[in-house]
């Protein structure tokens, strides 16, 4: 499937989504170096910076997708600053469903800054993108984004048991959705 999206989408006045590009490579790196422990365990790709050295190749593999439509992301932007980053990913072109994943650096908690940014990409999932159903997955523990889905009004779906191997234990894992009905 192939999407054309925006390059830049205004959250609101203090919050700004920009295609991933080289531009935040060195903030960005610092953030997850900085907050790996913080995310290792609810995010899967957290694990393959433990020896990551550089940001650019990846970032590099993420301009190219964002290009080709195939997939794509954000770095969210807090009152200028580079605060984590945000994904369009899993869609379906047949089924008009995609999934929205996110990371937010700690410093940055607290703020609603993901409840935000997610609201607005839901937003644009449906008006824009004219997806049918949007999806947000969280581990059990992590509930910090069960709130946000269920803050934004998600229907919880069930609990996947022990659907995720991370850090040598099996978490379950909690599917929420939105129908553009909702």
């Known amino acids: 499937m192939t999407i054309r999206a925006k390059a830049t989408i205004e959250v609101d006045g203090q919050i700004v989504l920009k295609r991933f590009s080289h531009d935040a490579d060195?903030?960005?790196?610092?953030?997850?170096?900085?907050n790996r422990e913080h995310l290792l365990p609810w995010l899967p790709?957290?694990?393959?910076?433990?020896e990551f050295k550089e940001m650019p190749e990846f970032t590099e593999s993420q301009i190219k997708c964002f290009d080709e439509g195939t997939a794509f992301g954000y770095d969210i932007f807090y009152e200028g600053k580079f605060a984590g980053s945000a994904d369009y990913i899993h869609?379906?072109?047949a089924?008009?469903?995609?999934?929205?994943?996110?990371?937010l650096d700690k410093d940055y908690t607290g703020k609603g800054i993901v409840t935000r940014t997610v609201a607005k990409m839901v937003e644009y999932?449906?008006?824009?993108l004219g997806m049918h159903r949007v999806v947000i997955q969280?581990?059990?523990?992590?509930k910090a984004s069960c709130r946000v889905a269920e803050r934004?009004?998600?229907v919880h779906e069930g609990t996947q048991r022990e659907s995720q191997y991370l850090d040598g234990e099996y978490y379950d894992t909690e599917i929420y959705s939105k129908l553009v009905s909702d």
């Not at 060195?26 to 900085?34: L, S, T, W």
């Not at 999932?125 to 824009?128: I, Q, R, V, W, Y």
């Open 26 to 34: 060195q903030a960005k790196y610092d953030a997850i170096i900085r």
């Open 45 to 50: 790709w957290a694990h393959f910076y433990k």
């Open 91 to 93: 869609f379906s072109e």
């Open 95 to 103: 089924d008009k469903s995609i999934e929205i994943g996110y990371w």
């Open 125 to 128: 999932a449906f008006t824009e």
């Open 138 to 142: 969280a581990a059990s523990k992590n």
């Open 152 to 154: 934004l009004d998600f």
